[in-house]
């Protein structure tokens, strides 16, 4: 049993309860076995079946996190593609070419998602009402695109008589208004919705969260981690969410240069937020700028279509700085995403001289991914052991590192690493073990 006064010791023992190998070796914990980045065999959704509706314009955040935590509390998630709507094509303006979302997303599969949680997907035209535990719809423009196809409509009241939950966040709520599901329950929603819940519904205007009779709905993009965990509630009664609040105090650091990994600070920022942390996304000038090819716009884009700031999260939640302002006094711990930024970090110059000064500092450093050839090239992982995208080995093996992609998450002493974007939950609590120590 672990300690009751160490913090990282008992959230570790959490960790475990949901299925996940974890060694101690020469002082490192690491995260082993095959279930990284898997469905756990156990969870609060353990053996319920998710179908997420999207349609195009859907909410590229909340497909993202929904697209993690799903399968990492135990459900089995699917994409059911509002593929054939009826009255407009937006993107791609091909028939039966699938949807993207916002900015720019794919679910069918998610691009580097990998592992199976997120990879199931089919046209809601062909699902089977039936085979669902619970319906949930992402927001966006994606509910009102999808609102007017009678399949979508038939599907949700089926469910819905058939004992399912159904869930909406912001736009998506407008199906279920349409089908006729929020009226006479509370509900919630953002300015999408709200003057229509206002009439039909028993609108509760400063939720961020509520379920009444299996409606199950939520505020906006920042709420969706909330509407997990009431999702959770609703099939394991009496459920607590272990993480909400872990962090309260603690002062976490994004690294964000140009052609970040989408996945990889869309996730963190929303469960680091309600885990309770501070957040602060720290920037950089890259030397190369792949999307947009633009000199001196004052933005910087991830790999896929996201920027900074952020386009669904408000900024009053998180700060935005220069790495060059950046004090080690503001921060508990800092994470480095994959994709291209780190490259850009190595290029740029002054994010390694940041990374030697944090590690000086022994600030919890993380990263996962491509990562490792940021860490590697500013020499602070030295007889350290990690675990990343594999072709960071010989870039880590020559900073003196042991790597292994085994591991889908390791954290000796204040380095943390995760593998790739299948185990960002793994990552995001070996953070929370680094945080914590």
């Not at 079946?49 to 993690?68: H, M, N, P, R």
């Not at 966006?140 to 695109?145: E, T």
């Not at 709905?217 to 099939?235: H, K, M, Q, W």
Request: aromatic content about 8%; overall charge negative; proline content about 5%.
């Amino acid at each position: 049993m672990a300690d009751k006064k160490d913090p990282a010791g008992d959230y570790l023992e959490i960790v475990k309860s949901r299925g996940m190998d974890i060694e101690i070796r020469d002082g490192a914990v690491l995260w082993t076995g095959a279930m990284g980045g898997r469905t756990k065999k156990k969870g609060p959704l353990a053996g319920k079946k998710i179908g997420c509706l999207v349609a195009t314009e859907f909410s590229d955040f909340q497909a993202y996190y929904i697209a993690s935590y799903i399968g990492e509390l135990g459900g089995s998630l699917e994409f059911l593609l509002v593929d054939r709507v009826t009255w407009k094509w937006t993107r791609p303006n091909i028939r039966t070419k699938g949807v993207v979302g916002l900015w720019g997303l794919t679910v069918d599969p998610i691009p580097v998602g990998g592992g199976e949680k997120a990879d199931a997907s089919k046209s809601a035209y062909d699902a089977d009402y039936k085979d669902y535990d619970a319906l949930i719809i992402l927001g966006g423009p994606s509910g009102d695109i999808m609102c007017t196809e009678r399949e979508v409509k038939e599907l949700l009241v089926n469910a819905y008589g058939n004992g399912a939950v159904i869930g909406g966040i912001g736009g998506g709520i407008i199906p279920m208004i349409t089908a006729g599901l929020t009226a006479g329950r509370s509900c919630t929603g953002n300015e999408q919705v709200d003057y229509i819940l206002k009439v039909a519904s028993d609108f509760k205007k400063d939720a961020g969260v509520v379920m009444d009779d299996r409606i199950l709905t939520a505020g906006d993009t920042i709420n969706t981690p909330e509407f997990v965990s009431e999702l959770c509630r609703y099939f394991t009664p009496g459920y607590k969410d272990p993480r909400k609040g872990i962090l309260s105090g603690k002062r976490m650091m994004l690294i964000a240069g140009w052609d970040f990994e989408d996945f990889e600070i869309a996730v963190p920022a929303l469960e680091f937020m309600h885990r309770g942390a501070g957040l602060m996304i720290g920037t950089f000038t890259g030397c190369k700028r792949a999307r947009p090819p633009l000199l001196g716009l004052d933005v910087v884009q991830g790999n896929f279509g996201m920027s900074v700031p952020l386009q669904e999260i408000p900024d009053s939640l998180y700060k935005i700085k220069d790495l060059k302002d950046i004090s080690m006094d503001e921060i508990d711990g800092l994470m480095i995403p994959g994709a291209f930024c780190p490259w850009n970090m190595i290029e740029a110059g002054y994010p390694l001289d940041f990374l030697r000064k944090a590690d000086k500092a022994g600030k919890m450093i993380a990263y996962m991914c491509h990562g490792p050839n940021a860490a590697a090239a500013a020499g602070i992982i030295k007889n350290r052991k990690s675990t990343g995208w594999i072709s960071c080995v010989p870039g880590f093996e020559a900073g003196g590192g042991e790597f292994c992609a085994d591991w889908s998450a390791t954290v000796d002493q204040n380095i943390v690493s995760g593998r790739t974007t299948p185990e960002l939950p793994e990552f995001v609590d070996a953070m929370t073990v680094g945080l914590l120590r």
